[in-house]
């Protein structure tokens, strides 16, 4: 018990950002049209690419005779790339159609 | 100074994010809130880059492999995404919310692998070494992002028609137990002695490699929208497990905000189906009793409409309604759609298309096609409004689309689908079917409005049929 209460103490800081964004992220697409809803989601899983940067810290961190570890996180930052720059390209390609006809 | 700009670039970053899904969720403003937010992205990843610095104060090294991962990466994901068709995108972003699923996994594996070797000497037990928040977040992040990425492939696979999907008795059962198993072995690896450890957590995550594949293996292609976007905010979770690790803020609350923003899109997308979340993952779709309901009154007999005819009756109609379907799609046919839809507007014909929120393989699926045939916005009415014009309609002309149009989700409680509102094309005073053939559509069920005396038929694939119908009207 005390141990969870410890981690809820350290983390303090992380947890009211998880609780706030919670909160955040049900608002700020609440209000979306159903005609937006592809490229919303097509947009959202281009913003939770930002997982890329963990896949940097991991690589710059990790020793350069540690191969296991350089050739995971080698993968992990081609993954993460696919993910953002894929992510973004294909939201911008189907909004580039919504605006055409304006 | 470094690290203080490093802050401020994550802060810019996690505003733009914010920004971005706000503008995503509206259409004048959503091309620019896709663009911040990619801006804002690069900025965090270039600051991470160049002036992210360890807790003993070092930089980052190894830039020979990140800067090659990410050139590959982007080269490959701008190809992928450029050359894709429209109808192809549920897939691709399917395809690219794996991943980052992967992505999430591999950090955890190498984090965890990081911390074994350092600790494999010190302790006994791994539990006495690392703390368990710290291994809480390195298993989540584990865990969820493999969950992810192997349910993404599933659901890209069932998409583009490479797996079928496959149910068997009990299954949901056995998918809870294992999940439990799941957890137990995460539990084992942390209070395992410390020279097995590693291979606990290999098993952890091969097992929930597997249970993604179980999990989204039963869901009916149908709703495969929904599980993309469930997986979508699973990744957001993933990522979020990231930021804790490194107590990295812009990770957090960029995974966080597409954790909560997935989530309510996953359930407004199933409020749209009129079921709850739970029935679209445990009652899959097309089982035992949809089979039943559908045998049992299919004898109906349907009619057959001529080209001619068809032709006929859309350029003397006053008002037209066209229903877009996934038929359309496959069939690529939303340019000759809009060639025809000015052919009938020259005549003098009021024509409108009827939008089914889940109509296609993604919601919002049939206004991303026609839009980028150049039709114009105010020509697509939402559910509501065309339920109510439907009455004052000509001709109805279904393209392609089925379970939307099914009236078995008004009257009988029986259809898997009973509860859905539907576009209530019966209405109108005349519908005409194009289908490529009298099998049920996606869903697996029987449609009643196929046999009733007001609709007729019209055999084909919808862009050769729609070519046919406009050489024909332009002979009228």
Redesign the interface.
């Known amino acids: 018990m005390e141990n969870i209460l410890n981690i809820i103490t350290e983390n303090q800081q992380m947890i009211y950002i998880v609780i706030l964004m919670v909160f955040l992220g049900i608002e700020v697409i609440g209000r979306v049209p159903s005609v937006l809803h592809t490229p919303l989601m097509s947009g959202a899983n281009a913003i939770h690419g930002v997982v890329i940067i963990g896949a940097i810290i991991v690589m710059g961190k990790a020793s350069t005779d540690n191969y296991l570890a350089l050739v995971l996180g080698f993968l992990a930052v081609v993954l993460g790339t696919l993910n953002v720059v894929g992510g973004f390209v294909v939201t911008d390609r189907m909004l580039e159609m919504f605006k055409k006809k304006k | 100074m470094e690290l203080n700009i490093l802050t401020l670039a994550y802060i810019i970053?996690s505003v733009t994010?914010?920004l971005?899904?706000?503008m995503?969720?509206?259409?004048?403003t959503?091309?620019r809130?896709?663009?911040i937010?990619?801006g804002g992205?690069s900025i965090?990843?270039f600051a991470?880059?160049f002036l992210?610095q360890?807790e003993d104060g070092k930089?980052?090294?190894?830039?020979a492999?990140?800067f090659?991962?990410?050139i590959?990466?982007?080269i490959?994901?701008?190809l992928?995404?450029?050359k894709?068709k429209?109808t192809a995108?549920?897939e691709?972003?399917s395809?690219?919310?794996g991943?980052?699923g992967?992505?999430?996994a591999?950090?955890s594996?190498?984090?965890f692998?990081?911390v074994y070797?350092e600790f494999r000497l010190d302790a006994n037990i791994f539990s006495d070494a690392v703390?368990?928040?710290h291994y809480f977040t390195i298993s989540a992040g584990a865990i969820i992002g493999s969950v992810s990425f192997a349910g993404s492939m599933i659901a890209w696979g069932k998409l583009n028609g490479r797996i079928k999907d496959f149910t068997f008795k009990g299954q949901h059962i056995v998918n809870l137990l294992f999940f439990g198993f799941i957890l137990v072995v995460a539990g084992l690896t942390y209070w395992s002695n410390s020279s097995i450890t590693n291979i606990w957590f290999l098993i952890t995550m091969l097992s929930a490699l597997i249970y993604g594949i179980m999990f989204v293996l039963p869901i009916g292609g149908a709703d495969m929208p929904v599980v993309?976007?469930l997986l979508?905010s699973f990744?957001?979770v993933?990522?979020?497990c990231?930021?804790?690790?490194?107590?990295?803020?812009?990770?957090?609350?960029?995974?966080?905000?597409?954790?909560?923003?997935?989530?309510?899109?996953t359930i407004?997308?199933c409020k749209?189906m009129n079921r709850s979340l739970l029935n679209v993952l445990i009652g899959s779709f097309g089982a035992s009793n949809a089979a039943a309901a559908g045998t049992k009154k299919q004898a109906g007999n349907y009619k057959e409409i001529s080209v001619t005819d068809a032709a006929m009756l859309m350029s003397y109609a006053k008002k037209v309604f066209i229903v877009p379907g996934y038929g359309l799609a496959v069939a690529q046919a939303q340019h000759t759609c809009h060639e025809l839809e000015k052919l009938l507007e020259e005549k003098g014909v009021e024509i409108k298309y009827a939008?089914h929120?889940v109509a296609g393989r993604?919601?919002?699926?049939m206004?991303?096609l026609l839009?980028?045939a150049?039709?114009?916005?105010d020509k697509?009415m939402?559910m509501e409004n065309a339920n109510d014009e439907f009455k004052s309609t000509d001709v109805v002309l279904i393209l392609g689309a089925n379970d939307v149009v099914n009236p078995a989700a008004k009257n009988d409680p029986s259809s898997p689908i009973y509860g859905m509102p539907i576009l209530e094309v019966e209405q109108a005073k005349t519908v005409i079917v194009n289908k490529r053939s009298m099998k049920p559509g996606y869903a697996g069920i029987e449609n009643d409005l196929f046999y009733q005396p007001k609709t007729s038929m019209l055999f084909g694939d919808s862009k050769a049929a729609l070519q046919k119908l406009i050489a024909e009207i332009k002979a009228i």
């Open positions: 970053g994010f914010i971005g899904l706000k995503l969720s509206n259409p004048a959503a091309r809130g896709n663009l937010a990619a992205m965090a990843i991470t880059i992210y360890t930089g980052l090294h190894n830039y492999w990140i090659s991962g990410i590959i990466g982007s490959i994901g701008t992928a995404a450029k894709v429209m995108m549920p691709m972003v395809m690219f919310n991943m980052g992967a992505c999430a591999l950090i594996a190498v984090e692998d990081h070797r703390s368990f928040g993309i976007s979508n990744t957001g993933a990522a979020a990231g930021g804790f690790l490194y107590n990295n803020k812009v990770m957090l609350t960029g995974g966080i905000l597409v954790g909560a923003a997935g989530t309510l899109l407004l997308m749209a939008i929120p993604m919601p919002g699926h206004n991303v839009a980028e150049d039709v114009s916005y697509l939402e």
